[in-house]
């Protein structure tokens, strides 16, 4: 049997004994571009990803499908459900190979009831999540396209190792995939990264896309804001 006590959000949660709820989860391998849950779907399991990346999307009412986050080991998803019970909001396919601790809802919510430190993680969670929507309701609120591009990018940035001031993003964004995170077409995306790279603001290295100056581009993005307010 395998212990949920190395998955990274049960880590130091010391008022439980965390065996005794690992034989009631499945743990279970996907294949690359294999859906995991779908829309609709009625489950309410919340799922533990141990290796590999998955992706979650929504569709809308016309059928366009929007890209909310990918998401790597030590992650997790299906809270919502495993909470309120309603069928799922979003789409989940694994990206690669993937293994996922499968938790059934009334495992989870026994847990966060018994455990004031895994309570107050999910609380914690949450809330990081609704600040991040509020957040994104806002740049499509108010950002044009080139603006939604330069939040996305920044966003899904990390500070470059060995470079003062740069951020990466590695590897480095399909064109397509940002145009659905941020919801315009893949040929306007193309534009506004190469004039990026006109600028010198941003550059291609092997296997990752380079900020090279982000300060600028938060720059950029306080000014929309002013000017809107």
Same mark, same amino acid.
């Given at each position: 049997?395998?212990?949920?006590?190395?998955?990274?959000?049960?880590?130091?949660?010391?008022?439980?004994?965390?065996?005794?709820?690992?034989?009631?989860?499945?743990?279970?391998?996907?294949?690359?571009?294999?859906?995991?849950?779908?829309?609709?779907?009625?489950?309410?399991?919340?799922?533990?990803? /141990?290796?590999?990346?998955?992706?979650?999307?929504?569709?809308?009412?016309?059928?366009?499908?929007?890209?909310?986050?990918? !998401?790597?080991?030590?992650?997790?998803? $299906?809270?919502?459900?495993?909470?309120? @019970?309603?069928?799922?909001?979003?789409?989940?396919?694994?990206?690669?190979?993937?293994?996922?601790?499968?938790?059934?809802?009334?495992?989870?919510?026994?847990?966060? &009831?018994?455990?004031?430190?895994?309570?107050?993680?999910?609380?914690? /969670?949450?809330?990081?999540?609704?600040?991040?929507?509020?957040?994104?309701?806002?740049?499509?609120?108010? &950002?044009?396209?080139?603006?939604?591009?330069?939040?996305?990018?920044?966003?899904?940035?990390?500070?470059? %190792? $060995?470079?003062?001031?740069?951020?990466?993003?590695?590897?480095?964004?399909? %064109? @397509?995939? !940002?145009?659905?995170?941020? $919801?315009?077409?893949?040929?306007?995306?193309?534009?506004?990264?190469?004039?990026?790279?006109?600028?010198?603001?941003?550059?291609?290295?092997? $296997?990752?896309?380079?900020?090279?100056?982000?300060?600028?581009?938060?720059?950029?993005?306080? @000014?929309? /804001?002013?000017?809107?307010?």
């Amino acid at each position: 049997m395998q212990s949920i006590a190395r998955i990274p959000f049960f880590q130091d949660i010391q008022e439980l004994d965390l065996d005794k709820y690992g034989h009631r989860c499945t743990w279970r391998r996907y294949n690359q571009n294999e859906i995991v849950v779908d829309f609709e779907d009625q489950s309410d399991d919340v799922f533990f990803i /141990l290796s590999g990346e998955v992706r979650v999307q929504i569709r809308t009412a016309a059928g366009k499908e929007i890209i909310l986050a990918d !998401l790597r080991a030590g992650q997790f998803f $299906g809270e919502y459900a495993a909470i309120d @019970h309603i069928k799922r909001s979003a789409n989940v396919t694994a990206l690669s190979r993937s293994e996922l601790c499968i938790m059934p809802a009334a495992v989870f919510m026994e847990i966060l &009831f018994a455990s004031p430190a895994a309570c107050g993680r999910i609380l914690r /969670l949450l809330t990081g999540r609704v600040r991040e929507l509020n957040a994104r309701l806002t740049e499509h609120s108010v &950002f044009d396209l080139k603006h939604r591009l330069y939040a996305e990018l920044l966003r899904l940035s990390q500070p470059r %190792h $060995g470079h003062a001031g740069e951020r990466v993003i590695t590897p480095p964004p399909f %064109h @397509h995939v !940002l145009s659905a995170r941020i $919801g315009c077409r893949r040929e306007q995306v193309t534009r506004e990264l190469t004039l990026l790279s006109t600028e010198k603001l941003i550059a291609k290295t092997r $296997g990752a896309l380079v900020i090279l100056r982000p300060e600028v581009l938060e720059a950029r993005l306080a @000014h929309a /804001l002013s000017e809107d307010a």
